[in-house]
């Protein structure tokens, strides 16, 4: 990992809900292709703009309690946390253009 955090079930509050910053969670796994696709892509965002926003990764595999609690049903999905609350959703994968427009108002 570079730029991008691995945050768990146990980390997941800490990290993401009481961060000052907002935080951009990718819910991915292991055998999704998609999620491979976006993964280069985020890391070059979080590269580019971690100085006004966070980008973490959860595993919904090892880390199933966190997907059940945002309703995470397909991967990948991006969800942007702000004031510890979800403010935005993004659900599949996209080019890097496509992602920084739907990101713009967080970074």
């Not at 990992?1 to 691995?6: F, L, N, P, R």
């Not at 309690?65 to 946390?81: C, D, E, H, R, S």
């Not at 890097?96 to 739907?102: I, N």
Request: aromatic share 6%; proline share 5%; with cysteine.
């Amino acid at each position: 990992m570079g730029a991008t955090k691995v945050v768990t079930d146990a980390n997941f509050d800490t990290e993401v809900v009481k961060n000052a910053k907002p935080v951009i969670v990718d819910y991915w796994a292991e055998w999704c292709g998609p999620c491979r696709q976006v993964a280069p892509v985020l890391e070059e965002i979080a590269k580019e703009h971690g100085d006004k926003v966070d980008v973490v990764k959860l595993n919904i595999e090892e880390n199933p309690q966190t997907a059940q609690k945002y309703g995470i049903m397909l991967i990948p999905t991006l969800n942007v946390f702000s004031g510890g609350e979800v403010v935005k959703q993004v659900v599949g994968a996209k080019s890097k253009s496509a992602l920084l427009k739907e990101l713009a108002d967080f970074i």
